[in-house]
């Protein structure tokens, strides 16, 4: 059963543009649409994420989305909000960026399944590698004008620009490029509609004019709105850089604090865009919110939501546990319970100072470590008093001032978490 894809992605704010006609074509039957995916890493991140919830909406109403991976593209570059050329990757390195990025997508899309709208991912250096430049410009140049294509807002702002470096001729016939990848899908898949990010208007309407000219045919185009921070920040950065799906980019705690950590207007436009929680279940979630906005309970439900989605419960459970140990009660079963890297990510930032093995074999006794060894504190008198104060905790856990620091004590087998008060830390990495 078709159900109203246009419809869903409209209140949930994913629509920027669409050509007239998108909507009804859609509701007459199954459709083909494919979304473009730059294969510059063997990851996604979160920037990619519109898209791929773009492709999964189009599946759940009964379509069959596709997901192309631009290998031949991607020895290009894309000059659509770019104000430089990107670097070109060998046909290798692309080659295991595509195999990571289909297994995070499936985590999203149906690729297994015997439907009819099963997912399908395919890769553009597939069918332009045997095309030689001479067949290109005969075949496919002489339909795009020099004028239309200089009409296009990505080259035009490329092209007016302070900027003296210019754009080259490989990227200027980039839209090209991506028009000829619509108009194969046209014909080998029916593939009539593609989706992207609203800087990608310029270069799918290329592909529209290109089926038009060409093949005397109908193609549609849809985008999605560029997103944004509240606070005119970049969506998706940190200090650290993108916020990727891969866990060994971005462990599951920091994926997590990411979301956790958005503004008020920001979690009440994400939460549309990047869950598939009902229309309902929205609504009542920020009524909630709206109620009680110290309680985060709309930050905390897109968090899980999308923590879950792109990770696993399990991941979720140990983010939230990992959260705890900052801002909540926890144990020492707790902490030695976190990974190396989530150890790491919780307590970026806290001073650190190294002590030799063979120090705590015997036990090192909790004066000399807050204060000779590892220097968390100024004098051996000023751990005293704060040991009779009953402020110092080993691993989350109170110490008096006969406490000796043993094997038994350590995290991962390589630290200790010292801490004075509620929110003063320090870490002993045991080398």
Excluded at 121 to 142: A, C, E, P, Q
Excluded at 217 to 244: M, R, S, V
Excluded at 351 to 357: F, K, R, T, Y
Aim: charged share 25%; hydrophobic share 40%.
């Amino acid at each position: 059963m078709i159900k109203n894809f246009v419809e869903e992605l409209t209140w949930r704010g994913m629509i920027q543009d669409s050509m007239p006609g998108t909507e009804e074509h859609l509701m007459e039957a199954m459709r083909l649409a494919y979304v473009g995916i730059d294969p510059t890493a063997d990851s996604l991140h979160i920037g990619h994420l519109v898209g791929v919830m773009g492709l999964k909406h189009f599946q759940l109403a009964g379509h069959k989305p596709v997901a192309l991976v631009g290998g031949a593209t991607g020895m290009i570059g894309d000059p659509s909000g770019k104000s430089a050329e990107r670097n070109l990757l060998n046909e290798e390195t692309l080659k295991h960026n595509q195999n990571a990025i289909k297994e995070q997508l499936s985590r999203f899309l149906d690729f297994d399944s015997d439907a009819d709208n099963a997912a399908l991912m395919v890769n553009n250096y597939d069918w332009m590698k045997t095309f030689s430049f001479l067949d290109f410009i005969r075949d496919v140049g002489k339909h795009i004008t020099v004028n239309y294509m200089m009409a296009k807002d990505s080259v035009k702002k490329r092209l007016s620009s302070e900027s003296s470096v210019g754009m080259s001729f490989t990227e200027f016939t980039y839209q090209l490029v991506q028009g000829y990848d619509f108009l194969h899908l046209y014909r080998e898949k029916q593939c009539t509609l593609q989706m992207g990010g609203s800087d990608q208007w310029g270069n799918i309407t290329t592909g529209t004019e290109l089926i038009r000219r060409v093949d005397s045919g109908k193609g549609y185009a849809l985008t999605w709105p560029l997103i944004t921070k509240a606070d005119g920040t970049k969506f998706g950065k940190t200090e650290g850089g993108n916020i990727w799906l891969d866990a060994e980019r971005t462990s599951p705690y920091k994926f997590y604090q990411y979301w956790l950590n958005t503004s008020d207007i920001d979690a009440e436009k994400y939460v549309k865009i990047f869950t598939f929680l009902s229309k309902e279940v929205i609504t009542s979630i920020i009524e909630q919110h709206q109620e009680a906005p110290h309680l985060r309970v709309l930050q905390k439900r897109l968090a899980e939501e999308i923590t879950v989605m792109v990770h696993s419960q399990e991941d979720l459970d140990n983010a939230i546990k990992a959260s705890n140990i900052l801002f909540g009660k926890s144990t020492s079963d707790d902490l030695k319970a976190l990974n190396e890297k989530t150890f790491l990510d919780v307590f970026e930032g806290v001073p650190q100072a190294q002590v030799a093995s063979v120090e705590i074999e015997s036990g090192l006794d909790i004066v000399g470590a807050l204060a000779e060894k590892g220097g968390f504190l100024k004098s051996n008198g000023e751990a005293r008093r704060a040991l009779k104060e009953n402020s110092i905790s080993v691993n989350k856990e109170k110490v008096k001032e006969d406490y000796q620091i043993t094997p038994n004590d350590l995290i991962n087998g390589k630290f200790v978490l010292l801490q004075r008060g509620k929110k003063n830390y320090f870490v002993l990495q045991i080398v």
